[in-house]
């Protein structure tokens, strides 16, 4: 497992997340003169990203972020992200919010997978940061903050090795091994079978430094190549053009990572039985983790990085529906398995009493009481209006 993965992971899901509630905000955005009290305007979209985008690349939480560690388990980076969706005027519930993280996962999962080397993994975070840039170009502060983390990823990754590289993609694999959503627009465009497993391709350009596969040669003990024997790849692949720029600006040429949203196709979640893995996710629960006293404190230093500004004005937030409808938003919560909400794993860390108690403080922080009912027109279809495109 490599210690250096859990930046490029959260950064990554974080820029996947943005490019979903920014297509959901620009597809209902109406103009601010016409807009009524309960409907989302082009101000509340720039407000939502920026106060996002600022939690996320917050100095002090990048500083915990950066540390060399393992990856914790899913429920521990699952809460960080529950506390960055709502670093805003957005309020989703659980269902809502499963919903957003498996178009995340799945979607880092395949840009992972379909990466040709594994240092392109780094132009694939690149994209996305380059991607964020472009949502907050009018906040020069948030701009710089997101510069900085540019820079601290160049110090940290890009003299790496490629054997350094090939356990960061190994140990991003191993996390998304048991992960098979099936999403629609992975579907439609055949790049993912009905089992919720990708399919990947046998053509394209080939890593940037290799050659197009179809010929082996043979060497003799000198070194000197004394035989070529060719054969059929059955693929088609092409030269690779150029590498990527892994500065901080430059054509970075790879395409994955950066927003396939744009395109105003329809993405859904459709799970099944077995392409949900509800089991395995049960499982995870149930099985105390020997790291557990560890992933609290994980989460108390992180958590503790993020300065979130609590909504102003009369409205403390309004609510989002992933889904089309209240009654499915419903129903995909009575769905969800039974052993999550049960069983429940004890922790006793008295021992370190301070901590403890920062937890508990940070861990209140994140409910949201006293809110009035808000009307459900506003934000209802704003990440489900994928399902009607």
Request: neutral net charge; proline residues 5%.
């Amino acid at each position: 497992m490599s210690v250096r993965t859990l930046p490029l992971l959260f950064l990554n899901l974080g820029g996947e997340m943005l490019y979903i509630l920014d297509q959901r905000l620009r597809a209902q955005n109406i103009p601010g003169d016409k807009a009524r009290k309960d409907e989302w305007t082009e101000v509340d979209r720039k407000r939502v990203l920026n106060d996002i985008v600022s939690t996320m690349f917050n100095r002090k939480f990048m500083e915990e972020l950066f540390k060399p560690q393992e990856l914790y388990s899913k429920k521990a980076l699952r809460t960080v992200y529950d506390r960055l969706a709502h670093a805003s005027i957005m309020r989703l519930n659980q269902a809502s919010m499963d919903k957003l993280y498996d178009l995340m996962t799945m979607a880092f999962k395949y840009q992972v997978l379909l990466c040709p080397r594994p240092k392109d993994v780094l132009l694939v975070t690149f994209n996305h940061l380059d991607a964020i840039k472009g949502l907050i170009q009018d906040s020069p502060t948030i701009l710089h903050q997101v510069d900085e983390t540019f820079r601290q990823l160049m110090e940290v990754y890009c003299g790496l090795s490629a054997g350094e590289f090939q356990l960061i993609r190994q140990t991003l694999l191993i996390f998304f091994q048991d992960l098979h959503i099936r999403v629609s627009i992975f579907l439609k465009d055949k790049v993912q079978n009905s089992n919720g497993r990708f399919v990947l391709p046998v053509s394209g350009p080939v890593p940037w430094g290799t050659e197009v596969p179809g010929l082996i040669r043979m060497f003799n003990h000198k070194g000197e190549e004394v035989k070529k024997i060719k054969f059929k790849h059955g693929g088609n692949y092409v030269t690779a053009t150029k590498e990527g720029s892994f500065e901080l600006y430059g054509d970075r040429v790879l395409k994955l990572g950066t927003n396939m949203y744009s395109l105003n196709r329809p993405v859904d979640t459709q799970t099944s039985g077995a392409s949900k893995n509800s089991t395995s996710r049960a499982q995870e629960n149930i099985a105390p983790n020997p790291l557990a006293k560890e992933e609290l404190n994980f989460l108390a230093r992180l958590m503790g990085g993020m300065e979130i500004k609590n909504p102003s004005g009369p409205e403390p937030g309004f609510r989002l529906n992933l889904f089309t409808t209240d009654d499915e938003e419903e129903q995909a919560a009575l769905t969800k398995p039974e052993e999550l909400d049960n069983k429940v794993i004890n922790i006793q860390a008295m021992q370190d009493q301070q901590r403890s108690e920062e937890l508990a403080r940070i861990l209140g922080e994140l409910e949201v009481t006293d809110q009035p009912r808000w009307s459900t027109s506003k934000g209802d279809d704003l990440l489900a209006m994928m399902d009607e495109l």
